[in-house]
T-cell receptor, first 111, second 117 residues
């Protein structure tokens, strides 16, 4: 059974702080990794994608991938109350577009 | 980015009736579409993979006769929940991809909230 694990939270951080979200996966054949943000009652929206080991930065967001440890993380700098949402980690095997989602981590940014 | 449109955004139906949900790719041709279901406070669970012009592939535990999927064109896939029951009430989300154009990213529709009463 291929699994993607996330801490369900809630993770509470003060406004302006760095929020760190973590995800581990079991399938060593996984090639593509995604972070989605989902507000309550809404569909997920793509935040970051990462395909190779290392860091990838986009604005306030940094995704980190370590395939040897089967670990992917998302850092959110200068957290804002509007960042409060559930963050879903998704993993797929190259070429399949079939995503396995984690259960999501609920982030609360306190004003 | 690509746009995937899902319709309706919400629907209420009586137990025993059928409901059809549409998923359209508006600005690209989607060779593959996926249907997910999300219960409250849970993650997205893949129900089936829909390929244009061929039968859908269902995940283990998903009844193919209850959740009918049709992917008749490169821009439209439909999910029909037949003989709906209250336990089918959920948030249904489709995603679409076009191999070779946006690498391996899939794009999500806005979701359909189904309530069976």
């Amino acid at each position: 059974q291929k699994e993607v694990e996330q801490n369900s939270g809630p993770l509470s951080v003060p406004e302006g702080a760095i929020a760190s979200l973590n995800c581990t996966y079991s399938d060593r054949g996984s090639q593509s990794f995604f972070w989605y943000r989902q507000y309550s009652g809404k569909s997920p929206e793509l935040i970051m994608s990462i395909y190779s080991n290392g860091d990838k930065e986009d604005g306030r967001f940094t995704a980190q991938l370590n395939k040897a440890s089967q670990y992917v993380s998302l850092l959110i700098r200068d957290s804002q109350p509007s960042d409060s949402a559930t963050y879903l980690c998704a993993v797929s095997t190259s070429g399949t577009y079939k995503y396995i989602f984690g259960t999501g981590t609920r982030l609360k940014v306190l004003a | 980015g690509a746009v995937v449109s899902q319709h309706p955004s919400w629907v209420i139906c009586k137990s025993g009736t059928s409901v059809k949900i549409e998923c359209r790719s508006l600005d690209f041709q989607a060779t593959t579409m996926f249907w997910y279901r999300q219960f409250p406070k849970q993650s997205l669970m893949l129900m089936a993979t829909s390929n244009e012009g061929s039968k859908a592939t269902y995940e283990q535990g998903v009844e193919k006769d209850k959740f009918l999927i049709n992917h008749a064109s490169l821009t439209l896939s439909t999910l029909t929940v037949t003989s709906a029951h209250p336990e089918d009430s959920s948030f249904y989300i489709c995603s679409a991809s076009s191999q070779g154009r946006w690498d391996t990213e899939a794009f999500f529709g806005q979701g359909t909230r189904l309530t069976v009463v």
